[in-house]
């Protein structure tokens, strides 16, 4: 029979909930640390990204106000510690198979397999809300037996991460909840909500969501009263529930909110609106297609592409009639259509700045074949969706333009929003892209 112990050994911690660690499934005994500073040690390379940390840093984050030579020699101590908790029957002078040290770095590993439930939680819960994956945001629930290092609530080097986590997870179990509810599962997804309400009554959002899924199910009582217990929550902080949430009550009480198997049809038509959708392909050239929007009329797409290797230029695509017809402008990329039909177009783009290239804004009115320079530096533009300004009301149609369009351009080394042209709403160091109105225009 195979000895276990001449396998590659798999080393398990476990840091969410509260610490262990495990060697081949075996708990390692309490009494084997003798030091605490043995435990941190292990704790914070377990919490970095690829278990590995420089001295210096270790003995700044364990023994700050020490000397250099008092926190080198304990941390000597804690390495020591730390490998015979790790293989109490490691001997003397022989190489530990957890924790190696060389050029300063110390590195926690396994020459089988290292499983910290922190990496796979982080994994999980980011797939889950990128990729909409349920299984995914369950298993990441799953995993959350509690706060990051729980029993290390005071030291000042677990703080940052554990408020990262716990909103990480907290966005991955709301996530999860709504792809419950959209699977029809509303019991799942109310009992995701109730836990993050219990362990925080004045997330006014969860409230929310709480009060819709009640509703939903046609339990309208059960969704007001979550109203007035998400009232009394927010009481405390001495502030009041957010006009949404005014709304959303109001919407309930004069019954405006369905249960589900109401709510799939359509008044109108009848029509079953969780049925599969129909895909159309409009184009299949070889080449890159950069930008594309909806004309107002809804019967047409504007594109911009690049065919065969050829100039960037602009389409019109008929749905009813399949026609790919080119619009006789090249050089030009598509940002945005108004709701009159007026096209933003960015013009000469060049370089490659984040994630757009600059160039010259121009607008094409619907009614005109000649486009009309607004402004330069233009990286990412949107149009203003409730507003038909149009040269024809005859005013100045560049005036008009730059009322009704946001811009992103670089202006002193950041990123700047402007809306409209010329007006600096936000700006940053960092970068600033494909900004869109909300449909009402806020």
């Not at 390692?28 to 941190?40: G, I, P, Y």
């Not at 924790?99 to 439930?117: A, E, F, M």
């Not at 619907?366 to 024809?392: C, F, G, H, M, Q």
């Amino acid at each position: 029979m195979l000895n276990r112990y001449s396998l590659k050994p798999l080393l398990e911690i476990s840091l969410l909930g509260g610490f262990q660690v495990k060697v081949d499934g075996q708990p390692v005994v309490e009494k084997h640390w003798v030091r605490n500073s043995a435990k941190s040690l292990v704790k914070l390379l377990a919490l970095k990204p690829l278990h590995a940390m420089h001295r210096e840093q270790v003995m700044d984050m364990l023994w700050t106000v020490h000397s250099l030579e008092t926190a080198s020699n304990n941390l000597n101590k804690a390495i020591y510690r730390a490998r015979r908790a790790l293989e109490p029957d490691l001997a003397k002078g022989s190489h530990s198979q957890f924790i190696l040290t060389q050029n300063k770095q110390i590195i926690l590993q396994s020459p089988g397999s290292l499983r910290v439930d922190l990496d796979e939680f982080e994994r999980l819960a980011n797939f889950a809300i990128s990729e909409n994956k349920l299984e995914a945001g369950q298993k990441a629930i799953e995993l959350y037996r509690g706060d990051l290092l729980a029993e290390d609530i005071y030291e000042d080097w677990t703080y940052p991460r554990r408020e990262s986590i716990r909103i990480l997870y907290r966005k991955a179990a709301t996530k999860t909840a709504n792809m419950y509810a959209d699977h029809g599962n509303y019991s799942k997804s109310i009992q995701i909500l109730k836990e993050l309400i219990a362990h925080d009554d004045t997330d006014e959002h969860i409230h929310r969501l709480l009060m819709r899924f009640y509703a939903e199910t046609g339990s309208r009582y059960q969704a007001l009263k979550q109203f007035e217990q998400c009232r009394e929550a927010l009481q405390t902080l001495r502030i009041a529930p957010e006009s949404e949430t005014f709304e959303l009550e109001q919407s309930i009480k004069r019954g405006e909110i369905f249960p589900t198997k109401q709510k799939l049809k359509t008044k109108a038509s009848e029509t079953i609106i969780n049925s599969a959708p129909e895909i159309i392909p409009l184009a299949s050239q070889n080449g890159l297609i950069n930008s594309a929007r909806f004309m107002p009329d809804g019967k047409s797409v504007i594109l911009s592409a690049t065919w065969q290797g050829g100039n960037n230029g602009l389409y019109a695509n008929s749905f009813e009639t399949g026609e790919l017809k080119p619009l006789g402008l090249e050089d030009a990329e598509l940002f945005s259509v108004s709701p009159s039909g007026d096209l933003a177009l960015n013009t000469k783009p060049f370089g490659w700045f984040g994630l757009g290239k600059e160039g010259t804004l121009k607008v094409l009115p619907s009614k005109d074949e000649k486009p009309i320079e607004i402004t330069k530096n233009v990286r990412s533009a949107d149009w203003l969706p409730t507003k038909n300004l149009n040269s024809a009301n005859g005013g100045n149609p560049k005036f008009d333009y730059e009322r009704s369009l946001a811009i992103v351009r670089s202006r002193n080394g950041k990123d700047c929003l402007e809306y409209p042209v010329g007006n600096i709403i936000y700006e940053t160091g960092g970068w600033i892209t494909f900004p869109r109105f909300s449909p009402d225009g806020k």
